[in-house]
């Protein structure tokens, strides 16, 4: 008997890796599938040789270099392979995220198991003997059966309530939830969006953890249900999540560079057109939720991105101020990690392809604080970053915009 590596690319992206076992005249197939061909999945193979992948993120349509790529592979029960990954390093401070349920739950591998040969990044996994699929990707997906798992635990809720802001190019629907008060017109309007940039998915989970506070049976939840609207954003850019892009830099511009002239994303247009008129002046706050680069100074850290206008960048210091008096889940907030507008990459240069989200609604009448938060990928200073981490910083978020928006005399 002899033994014979091979790979092949099939139609749809599969890519085919694995050993002949050769008896003679014939032979049989032992083939691991290495492929994305999922929601949110993102990857190229260049080539695999023997039990080593060499893969580089999937950038199509992004300017420059970004780090975000998922994929799954199957039929490697009881092989050991390593995956590497050409040009610049795009595995995170925690190394890659795991999933051996097909994307239900993840846990990190580490960044100790990263190892770097010939100045690649990469990583070994030895797969258990009956292992039919892992996924790996670059950080915990968060994607539309993830927000439909979420509503369905708070199906029946008078206070809780999904639509459709419009359709995506690729025909997708974006959805809407509006949470708290919807029975009469609330003392103040919240407006929250994610996913500006389709990789972000710790962001969700951050937005998660807020909705499930408004609706919570607690003190907390009791107030917003009596004083406060609360309009959710989860996927600006619904196409990117699913189809698994970058999103960050899209050319020509991404999502969150489209709130001047005509905008050219149907979510963009539908939310201008939106916000508005359901506001109807009682819009206090606007948190525009994102992760940061991939990691290093100010990357694994919690912050506010300081605005240009005075007025609302002070808002931006006392909201921070409560946050960080209010916070009780793992993640720390300090005020001080906040980046001030002039500071760093967030200078007026930064915005000449176009108007964020923030600075969009820090121009709508009534608005007090309009932000965007920075929330990491894998670790927040020494803290590991994970669904229930993030979810609780949701929960910190909710508890602080109470204390923010509640006059002091019914505090």
Not at 4 to 12: I, K, L, N
Not at 130 to 154: C, T
Not at 318 to 335: C, D, K, W
Request: aromatic share 10%; with cysteine.
């Amino acid at each position: 008997m002899a033994a014979e590596t091979f790979s092949s690319t099939v139609p749809g992206g599969l890519v085919l890796a694995g050993i002949l076992l050769l008896y003679g005249g014939g032979f049989a197939v032992a083939a691991v599938q290495i492929d994305a061909n999922y929601p949110g999945g993102n990857l190229l193979v260049d080539r695999i040789d023997g039990n080593t992948a060499y893969l580089r993120p999937d950038l199509r349509d992004t300017r420059g270099w970004w780090f975000y790529w998922s994929f799954r592979v199957r039929g490697a029960g009881g092989r050991t392979m390593t995956f590497r990954f050409a040009g610049a390093d795009p595995i995170g401070t925690r190394g890659p995220a795991v999933s051996t349920d097909a994307g239900r739950t993840w846990t990190w591998l580490g960044r100790d198991a990263v190892r770097t040969a010939d100045g690649k990044a990469g990583f070994p996994y030895t797969f258990g003997e009956a292992a039919k699929e892992v996924r790996f990707a670059f950080a915990v997906p968060y994607q539309e059966a993830d927000l439909k798992r979420f509503l369905a635990g708070h199906r029946g809720s008078r206070h809780l309530a999904v639509s459709q802001l419009c359709k995506t190019r690729a025909g997708r629907g974006v959805e809407k939830v509006h949470a708290g008060r919807l029975d009469g017109e609330p003392a103040y309007r919240v407006l929250m969006t994610c996913r500006h940039h389709a990789c972000e998915s710790l962001a969700n989970y951050v937005l998660e953890g807020a909705l499930a506070a408004v609706l919570a049976d607690t003190d907390d939840g009791r107030w917003f249900r009596r004083n406060v609207e609360v309009l959710a954003v989860p996927f600006v850019d619904k196409d990117g999540v699913e189809a698994g892009d970058q999103g960050k830099n899209r050319k020509p511009h991404d999502h969150n560079r489209d709130y001047a002239g005509e905008s050219l994303y149907p979510s963009v247009r539908a939310l201008r057109q939106l916000v508005p008129g359901w506001a109807r002046g009682r819009l206090a706050v606007a948190l525009d939720l994102h992760c940061p680069w991939i990691r290093g100074p100010h990357n694994e850290v919690i912050y506010m991105v300081g605005h240009s206008q005075p007025e609302i960048a002070a808002q931006q210091e006392a909201f921070g101020e409560i946050l960080q008096a209010v916070r009780a889940g793992p993640l720390v907030y300090r005020a001080t990690d906040n980046l001030p507008f002039g500071k760093g990459w967030n200078t007026g240069a930064n915005y000449k392809s176009g108007k964020s989200c923030s600075r969009w609604a820090g121009e709508l009448e009534g608005i007090r604080l309009a932000t965007t938060f920075e929330f990491p990928y894998a670790n927040v200073g020494k803290q590991t970053v994970t669904p229930a981490g993030a979810r609780a910083f949701g929960a910190d978020l909710a508890a602080a915009l109470r204390r923010y928006l509640q006059p002091p005399a019914a505090r």
